[in-house]
């Protein structure tokens, strides 16, 4: 369908989307004070939004079905636009390509640093729902990864399982770098005052530091991947 012929919504739909974008707003402001998804209460999200409780329910459910469609509007289109520049097995050198993926994911992090924080400290969090949602988008982006890796000549000799695998690590792997580069470079453990008398310079210096060890971390990875035999047999112990 073409642009012209695309059907616009009509100004209650989109005002309905607005809404329901407020409250995805209002969870991520929530959670980046340090509270945890489970412990916020319906009335604090609506108090938020501006809106009365009972107006909560001609969006979602419950605060659980809150949870799991931010995960998945959110999060979805986050992998999708990150994968798409990444293109593990369409362009860039094998060598050139590792360094530039980790740039990659942490501007991803950066453009979205709410949902990113969410992500990482919900991904094991007290809210099944959430917890659930965030580990299908994971499992559903480790395996389109790992059919990106499959179109890379250096690990055409690893059969898909272990591909899917390796994708899998990789992304567990990206994951656990997110905290601490939303610490690093939006909440430098310094009040206002301190943080203007703190040099940028060593702000930067202790980011390119992290990018080049998370750098590192995934050229170790993948390298390895790269001398693994997938019909080498698994030996576990008696």
Known sequence: MSASTMVKPTAREQKKLQTRQAFFNAVLDLCMTGQGYSSISLRQVTREVGVVPTAFYRHFDDMESLGK????????????????????????????QIAKSVQLFFKAVDAQPRYWQFIASERFGGSWAVRNAISQQIHFFAKIMADDLALQPAFEHIGSDDRYLLAEIGVNLSFSWIIDWLELTYTPN???????????????????DMLHRCTRQMQILMYGAYNWKSSEETLLDD
Not at 70 to 91: F, N, W
Not at 190 to 205: A, G, V
């Open 69 to 96: 469609a931010l995960v998945e509007d959110e999060l979805g289109e986050a992998l999708s636009v990150l994968r798409e520049h990444m293109q593990l097995g369409k362009k860039r050198s094998f060598e050139r």
């Open 190 to 208: 310094l009040d206002d005052e301190e943080f203007e008398q703190f040099p940028q310079k060593d702000l930067e210096k202790q980011k390119q």
